[in-house]
């Protein structure tokens, strides 16, 4: 038996996400990176974050997902959810942590 911790993160993983315009895909793109970034479940050493790749159709597309995801960590550092935010919620149950965790 291996005593090594097996981490849920799969470094050769490939996703793939095709949807119509305003189907969320850059909602869930930022929520997977911030998962990647917060997760407690996930060893931070075992996931190469200079390695991610994300492409999207257009320059907009890109911009608007580093926003997301510079905004969302911001307002999760500073606390600036409010108490009945969905969002939040949404971010805390991906992570598996709860929202005084963060």
């Given at each position: 038996?291996?005593?090594?911790?097996?981490?849920?993160?799969q470094?050769?993983e490939?996703?793939?996400?095709?949807?119509?315009?305003?189907?969320?895909?850059?909602?869930?793109?930022?929520k997977?990176?911030?998962?990647?970034?917060?997760?407690p479940g996930?060893n931070?050493?075992e996931?190469?974050?200079?390695s991610?790749?994300?492409?999207?159709f257009?320059?907009?597309?890109?911009?608007e997902m580093?926003e997301r995801?510079?905004?969302d960590?911001?307002?999760l550092?500073?606390?600036e959810?409010?108490d009945?935010?969905?969002?939040?919620?949404?971010l805390?149950?991906s992570?598996?942590?709860?929202?005084k965790?963060?």
């Open positions: 038996m291996n005593s090594k911790r097996e981490s849920p993160f470094p050769a490939v996703l793939v996400v095709e949807a119509s315009a305003g189907a969320g895909k850059t909602y869930e793109f930022a997977r990176y911030l998962n990647l970034l917060i997760n996930l931070p050493d996931i190469p974050l200079k991610i790749l994300a492409i999207t257009t320059n907009k597309a890109t911009v580093k995801i510079l905004d960590l911001k307002r550092a500073f606390d959810f409010g009945d935010d969905k969002k939040r919620d949404d805390c149950k992570f598996g942590i709860g929202a965790e963060i």
